[in-house]
């Protein structure tokens, strides 16, 4: 069974400053993908950036980078130079191949981020 | 990018009324389709996967007479609570990976998702 941890459930941040949202994980599988999305207060769900756990090189994408730590089994994100805009719940998530294919992505319980101007 | 809609965004029925929740892929055609439940302040609780041409996998404690999925096309997935009743209120979202088979694309895609209001 895979697990997936958060364990801030809110963060305060001065604007322009960086941050990282803590996200470890527990699956025996050996291929796996995490991922990071973003909610905002509207409910839509906003994909931010993917890991597959055979990449090389942490995963960026604009303002957004994931640290991921394989033996560690985390997968930090990090958001510089943060904005208003960056205001939400922070989820990440992992992908599960089950069965016959079939597939389940897992979220964490969540982080709610709040840029302070 | 892809697309996934979701209709409606906000529904309000009487106790005892079933609602059905529609997913659509726009520009993509998704063979599987994923529905998650979220409580408020809540994460997202995945309920079931939907397949095109054959029944959905429900998860474990989701009542499959309760919950209706039927994915009736590639590009269509519909979510019936039935005999809806307060506790049922809750937010629906879909998602489809960007790709058919859905294996490692790096992305998933989200519908806006429907907030069910149960009187």
């Known amino acids: 069974a895979q697990k997936i941890t958060q364990t801030q459930p809110g963060m305060f941040v001065q604007e322009k400053e960086a941050v990282t949202l803590d996200c470890t994980y527990d699956t025996s599988d050996p291929s796996y993908g995490l991922f990071w999305y973003k909610q905002p207060s509207s409910g839509e769900m906003i994909f931010l950036i993917y890991q597959g756990s055979y990449d090389q090189q942490n995963a960026t994408e604009g303002r957004y980078s994931l640290n991921f730590q394989k033996a560690r089994k985390s997968a930090n994100l990090v958001i510089s130079a943060s904005q208003l805009g960056d205001s939400a719940m922070y989820f990440c998530a992992m992908r599960e191949i089950l069965n016959f294919g079939n597939e389940k992505l897992t979220f964490g319980t969540g982080t709610r981020l709040t840029i302070i101007p | ?119």
């Not at chain 2, 892809?2 to 965004?9: G, R, T």
């Open chain 2, 1 to 119: 990018g892809a697309v996934v809609s979701q209709h409606p965004s906000w529904v309000i029925c009487k106790s005892g009324t079933s609602v059905k929740i529609e997913c659509r892929s726009l520009d993509f055609q998704a063979t599987t389709m994923f529905w998650y439940r979220q409580f408020p302040k809540q994460s997202l609780m995945l309920m079931a996967t939907s397949n095109e041409g054959s029944k959905a996998t429900y998860e474990q404690g989701v009542e499959k007479d309760k919950f209706l999925i039927n994915h009736a096309s590639l590009t269509l997935s519909t979510l019936t609570v039935t005999s809806a009743h307060p506790e049922d209120s809750s937010f629906y979202i879909c998602s489809a990976p960007s790709q058919g088979s859905g294996r490692y694309t790096g992305e998933l895609f989200f519908g806006e998702g429907s907030r069910l209001t149960v009187l």
